[in-house]
């Protein structure tokens, strides 16, 4: 008997509970509650197409639209997203070498969720602000 | 002429920009891009109601409840959280004192973005697991 993607799909989230510390998920949840993470995602996607792929970006323009990322932490990001299996990584021999990254279907299935977190950011912030100015005059 | 909360919601999200480093937005992403965050509002309006509060749970629940977490990292997290106004600290005068937190409207605005990202982890754990099985044997 085969089991079908949903039915894997189910017993995994009966098996696996994030709030436990020991849980492999919950290693993987936090490698994902990151913002470079949340901004790389939201990033693909959004822009045009590159080298044929609808929403693939280069590295250079990741790292112009995340500006202030350095290059050591967007590499090693980019690699750990590779690895999960969240991106994918296309090195095109021209000269120089065009590197460009785009979501799989699993990055694409996290997309929708990282864009409403960036999103929920810029909409809220104006009451965040409130929200502190009134906790710090309360607490003094 | 008065500007309702929609309207305000909409400037707010036009002039922030949290791919920016700079923008207050972008550090605001970063604190709720963090899996103490995820996981407090996640957990706060899951269990039943706590001094008459519906979803709000005692400090103590929640340290059973996110096993794993540092008494100091659970305290710090949730004055944040309250500082930023997402959650709210009530005190009952028992003995001992009994100290509850519950969700506030702002709280309960992110947390389907943050209960969608604890499922997502749990539900995807063994296609990551492959991923990365696959990736380790072609990159060596």
């Not at 980019?78 to 785009?102: F, K, M």
């Not at 699993?106 to 864009?115: A, D, E, F, I, K």
């Not at 409403?116 to 003094?140: C, H, I, P, Q």
Request: glycine share 6%.
């Amino acid at each position: 008997m085969t089991t079908s993607a949903a039915q894997r799909r189910e017993r995994a989230r009966a098996e696996y509970n994030a709030f436990l510390a020991v849980c492999p998920s919950h290693q993987l949840l936090a490698r994902v509650s990151d913002k470079w993470v949340t901004l790389i995602l939201s990033a693909l996607g959004s822009g045009g197409d590159c080298a044929g792929e609808p929403g693939a970006m280069r590295y250079s323009e990741l790292s112009r639209l995340l500006a202030g990322v350095s290059q050591k932490m967007l590499t090693q990001t980019l690699r750990s997203l590779e690895r999960d299996g969240l991106v994918t990584r296309t090195v095109t021999p021209t000269v120089p070498v065009t590197v460009t990254y785009a979501l799989t279907d699993l990055g694409l299935s996290l997309q929708h969720t990282m864009r409403a977190l960036k999103s929920w950011a810029e909409t809220n912030m104006d009451d965040v602000f409130d929200n502190r100015a009134t906790y710090d005059e309360r607490v003094g």
